[in-house]
């Protein structure tokens, strides 16, 4: 990484920290997950994106409001036919359908990006609209702002779904071992969705083998949840890939000291005796 590149990264970061440190409620979800692109792809000015979902949530507004019928049916119209997005089944695994800036750009991208853009201009046009964290998929559900009568809308196949819809889709994901309950279908918090965004973003780096970038993921997950154990235990594995053994060390310790009976407890001691090994061999 050139020093100019890590000098923005830095400052992207620490951008990010500081409008995610406090409560949930308060953080700007549009303005967060640019910073999750920007920190990835320098050339990216967030308040050119965030404009742009401005001028796409007022005119989504004009939609909503010059359409007979439901809220929401005539905001799909808008948003999915109009507008154009839809889910990247083809190139499911590329990088960029986790940058909220590329998937404006293309109108492409996975369950949590588009149900991000569909929160965000949802909004803007009139709608309340909050995410669901299905296991192993991610949803919206919208409705009037002065309605109860909600919606269950799927932004990455582009339509109004149901429970039932909801079931098959478990279904696909789990092979008929996970049966849908009430708690699937809570409200995501704010925190919630960029703790999702990062961790499929993080499993894609892994996948690539850019572990730097997952790193880079791991991090940032834990500015968000700094006691998520399991991060901590990744954060060691990454580090270690990197060949940063003290580092890898010391985040592996940390697991291993705070983690209580988790399954995975002595493979991971195992893992910190070898790279204490390692580390020894060097020295």
Not at 30 to 54: C, F, G, K, M, N
Not at 143 to 165: H, Q, T
Not at 235 to 256: F, H, K, S
């Amino acid at each position: 990484m050139r020093p100019e590149t890590k000098v923005h990264a830095a400052r992207i970061r620490r951008r990010f920290a500081d409008l995610v440190g406090g409560h949930s409620k308060a953080i700007d979800l549009a303005t967060a997950a640019l910073l999750v692109a920007a920190e990835d792809e320098p050339r990216i000015e967030v308040d050119h994106y965030l404009s742009q979902l401005d001028r796409m949530g007022e005119i989504g507004r004009q939609h909503v409001r010059a359409a007979s019928g439901r809220a929401v049916e005539a905001f799909n119209r808008f948003f999915f036919e109009e507008q154009g997005f839809l889910g990247n089944e083809q190139h499911y695994y590329d990088p960029r359908n986790s940058f909220l800036s590329d998937v404006l750009d293309r109108r492409r991208g996975i369950p949590i990006t588009l149900s991000i853009v569909y929160i965000e201009v949802g909004r803007r046009a009139g709608l309340y609209a909050e995410g669901v964290g299905l296991p192993g998929h991610f949803i919206v559900r919208a409705r009037e702002e002065n309605s109860v009568d909600s919606a269950l809308v799927d932004p990455f196949f582009g339509k109004m779904i149901d429970r039932n819809d909801c079931q098959t889709r478990l279904d696909q994901v789990f092979g008929g071992q996970v049966e849908l309950i009430d708690e699937h279908l809570r409200a995501s918090t704010t925190k919630d969705i960029l703790v999702r965004l990062l961790t499929n973003l993080k499993a894609i780096y892994t996948r690539a083998k850019l572990y730097r970038q997952a790193l880079s993921a791991v991090d940032r997950i834990l500015i968000l949840l700094p006691d998520a154990l399991s991060e901590h235990r990744d954060r060691g594995a990454l580090l270690a890939q990197l060949g940063r053994l003290p580092e890898a060390i010391a985040a592996t310790q940390r697991y291993v000291q705070l983690a209580a009976n988790t399954e995975d407890l002595e493979q991971v001691r195992e893992q910190l005796h070898l790279l204490q090994r390692r580390w020894a061999m060097l020295n």
